[in-house]
């Protein structure tokens, strides 16, 4: 079993910046790649941005070059934060972080960015 919690998010004006950071525990040892994804009103959730153990990124389109991930581990715990800047209205979405260790979904509770025009 892994846990998931994220933290940060809130509402913040175009332009402005954000720190979404999630604290994987439990089963640590199997996770390889970690990600942060979004779903807007009415929209589908979609993969914002990952990273695996090895420190390989991917990023959607709509992010690059605003969006950096970056992971940090110690025994007890991976820690991946989402640096987000110049954001924009578009952005707004509930986050969520996510792993799949051997193929089983785990999801963070989630955390609300309001972008404001």
């Known amino acids: 079993q892994v846990q998931l919690v994220e933290s940060g998010g809130g509402l913040v004006q175009a332009g402005g910046s954000l720190r979404l950071s999630c604290a994987a525990s439990g089963s640590i040892f199997s996770i390889n790649a970690m990600g942060w994804y979004r779903q807007g009103p009415g929209k589908q959730r979609e993969l914002v941005a990952a990273?695996?153990?090895?420190?390989?990124?991917?990023?959607a389109d709509s992010v690059k070059d605003r969006f950096t991930i970056s992971r940090s581990r110690d025994n007890a715990k991976i820690m991946v934060v989402l640096q987000m800047n110049s954001l924009k209205p578009e952005d707004t979405a509930v986050y969520y972080c996510?792993?799949?260790?051997?193929?089983?979904?785990?999801w963070g509770q989630g955390t609300q960015v309001t972008v404001s025009s």
């Open positions: 990273i695996t153990s090895g420190g390989s990124t991917n990023y």
């Open positions: 996510n792993t799949n260790p051997a193929y089983v979904n785990y």
